[in-house]
């Protein structure tokens, strides 16, 4: 089968390599001519995954309708940000029938969109997915045992995802619900800062599964709000994810709370990551906004927007957050 | 209040100090006249939670009937397997109107009661709650952040004993769904078990997210069958204790798991843990036997069995769970 991946970050460089090991025809696009040279001529991507060595049978490309042309599946692994150029360009070049795949993880900042309402807004009709899941490129990279969800309203484009990505080590489950896909994907990178924060400060395990539970009730109220369904966010896509987010050390959102914990400034620890997208950052803003507009209590969320955008000391926030009034657990 | 606690395990121990500086008056009660003598002469818990200072204020006794006279809270902190000799000599000697508050985490070898079950079945109608949640003695010991929930069909019952324990570093929520909360802390015992295994093997991040999200899901569907409530599993008793279990390095249970996947047998491992106790490696048998009763696919259940009690290596057990049929997530 021909693919496309388009984005050239180390989730879309991961996944390039394990499609060509199961047997299709890949190319690979970037957004930077001279980078994807460089990749092409070193079989190496040292700025986004740099343990990676891609596979002779990739092909890597430049020019964006030459990559998608005949494609089957078009893999989308570009970071929220910069999604909506590259879909306005994709817009009346999809060919007849492909599948568009979205493996990145985040809302458009401002318009609070998820990548599958950019999809139908930028690209028009189309047959869609989402997969996600508990899945650090690093590991995937090395064939390490994976589980994820591929997420389609069209089943049959759903379970067309399976077979295609599904081998010995990378297991995939569908399901029906991309919006509880997509949003569990988004707000995951925000508790996964807040978890952070508890390493960052040596608070312990205690508080630190305490957050992680409680994240997962947060995340579940405001994405059922936004027309998630709970199931979903109780598995591989929702909390899955959040917990190898949370606990990984290859996770560059909780390493961005533990820099905060440990009373680095966000300004400092940007300039620390170059051109490493922390989609937590931003997402934490979105959620912010989103559980104002519906009127989602959403505590945790709350705290790490003050912590991350008006300086409020991390001790602070978990002390407002362990003394709230005596409550039921589920309201 | 007077409050006596009946067990000098290390859970027992870190919540009587908890009480005494919460303001009340705490009896301690343990089954070996000795070891009691030790503890009220040293102040000290070698056995069980070697770091801990016991309160001054605390009153050690090994008379069961002095310890709970006039109590108004009678904690229960024994290991299931030594529960129904302790039930046994309470009947009868409990004031009116005590509440009995578990704190123990397992089902009964043979019968596979909850605890709950077995107060009713021993103790006959009382006032009865447990507390469960993400939370390590050793933590709670030093006054680290902890979440809990207090589970108790009596409402009031429920919001007393939140009353006594709640403080600034321990937080208590409610709830009415006792069997939930003793299911998710029995059941979670288990799956920290195949956590366990998949850092022996060090497999990697992904994996173990998979399996602990997986491990939910499966948690839940047996829980409910029993008559366990979605959201309580998803919750601090369930989700939360299930993730600190399979995380920290604290537990018992997530180290037994380690030492199989780094090869050892169960007996090399039973002999190594001297008087500790992991409950898990019992509860095994029972979540087994429970998805059977019930025709509950548990598919992680049934590996670990095979793990522990029919030498299959874990390699295996990991292999089958990977490559079973593609599936929907939701079933």
Redesign the interface.
Known sequence: MKIAVLGDGAWGSALANLLVANGHDVRLWGPFPDYVDEMRRTRLNPRFLPQLHFSERIVFLADLREAVEQAELIVLSLPTKYARPLLEKLRGVVPPGAILVNIAKGLEEGTLKRMGELVAELVGETRYASLS????AE??ATG????V?AASLDKKAG?FV??AF?N??F?????DDIVGVELGGAFKNVYAIAAGIIDGMG????????L???S??EL?RLGRALGGK???F???SG???L??TC????SRNRSVGEQLGKGKSLEGILQGMGMVVAEGIVTVKSAHALSLREKIEAPIVHELYAALYSSKPPREC?KQL???A?????Y
């Open positions: 899941g508990p899945s650090h590991e995937v390490t045992p994976t589980a969800v379970m399976q077979q599904m010995k080590y297991r995939v489950y569908y399901c608070l312990g395990d205690n508080p630190k599964a305490a992680v539970a409680r997962l009730a579940t709970a199931e979903t109780a598995g591989l909390l899955g994810d917990i190898v606990y990984s050390r290859h978990i362990m003394e709230r005596a409550k039921p657990e589920v």
